[in-house]
């Protein structure tokens, strides 16, 4: 098990050898950064909705899941909750049985221990599938999917999670409802979601760092659209992601 690396709302998080990056911003903190860039923007756009359907991209050391049951009980939410997270690091996810989780994650013990040996929870109004393997392969096996956690390491480092490609195939896997929220404001990742069909938005959340969400149909919004083609005329050197040949 690699050393806990705790964040500034007091949870541990990890350090990526194979990305070289840290799994959560340490600044921000593993749990505010779930909730401020993925639970509570996907939640309010979401509120009148009782049976929900998430992707979680991708489950790491499963902060977007847990939080959002977290989220949903210190809310007294009565949401019908399905979760499917893929992840291809096996032995990260049989390492986060020693992992210590924060105070905020008591009473998610049961769900967590049997997450990570049967890598799945099911009851009648919640279930949660953790899938092993190839992201972009599992993506293509989903159907009506209401949010999208994207939370995959960066594009400098892990590109074949935010290519135009891959975000086709998010496209073909959401309702035409769905948001996708993600930390990165990069012009190459909105390229990338705009090719694929996508509407872009920012938002700055209470004081923090600007983040995207994207949308399939541009709708009347308090966050900023950002107009996609006047981007690329501004800035013609700027180009979306591809998957390598």
Request: charged share 30%; glycine share 4%.
């Amino acid at each position: 098990m690699k050393k806990f690396i705790k964040t500034i709302d007091g949870s541990n998080t990890l350090f990526s050898t194979k990305y070289n990056q840290h799994f959560h911003d340490l600044k921000t903190g593993a749990i505010q950064e779930a909730l401020t860039k993925h639970i509570i923007p996907s939640f309010e756009y979401h509120k009148n909705k009782k049976n929900l359907k998430i992707l979680d991209i991708c489950f790491g050391i499963g902060y977007n899941t847990l939080s959002t049951l977290y989220y949903l009980q210190k809310n007294n939410l009565d949401i019908k909750l399905e979760i499917y997270s893929p992840e291809f690091d096996l032995e990260l996810i049989n390492s986060l049985k020693e992992f210590v989780y924060p105070e905020e994650f008591k009473g998610l013990e049961s769900i967590i221990k049997e997450l990570l040996e049967n890598k799945r929870y099911e009851t009648e109004t919640l279930k949660i599938e953790l899938f092993i393997g190839d992201a972009r392969e599992y993506i293509k096996t989903l159907k009506e999917i209401d949010i999208v956690y994207q939370d995959a390491f960066s594009s400098e480092v892990n590109s074949e999670l935010w290519s135009v490609e891959y975000f086709k195939d998010i496209f073909e896997a959401t309702k035409d409802d769905c948001i996708v929220t993600t930390y990165s404001i990069a012009t190459n990742v909105r390229l990338s979601l705009y090719e694929a069909g996508f509407e872009i938005y920012e938002i700055n959340p209470k004081g923090n760092r600007k983040q995207t969400f994207a949308l399939k149909q541009k709708k009347e919004s308090k966050a900023k659209y950002i107009d996609m083609e006047l981007k690329k005329q501004r800035n013609k050197e700027a180009k979306a992601i591809y998957d390598k040949l």
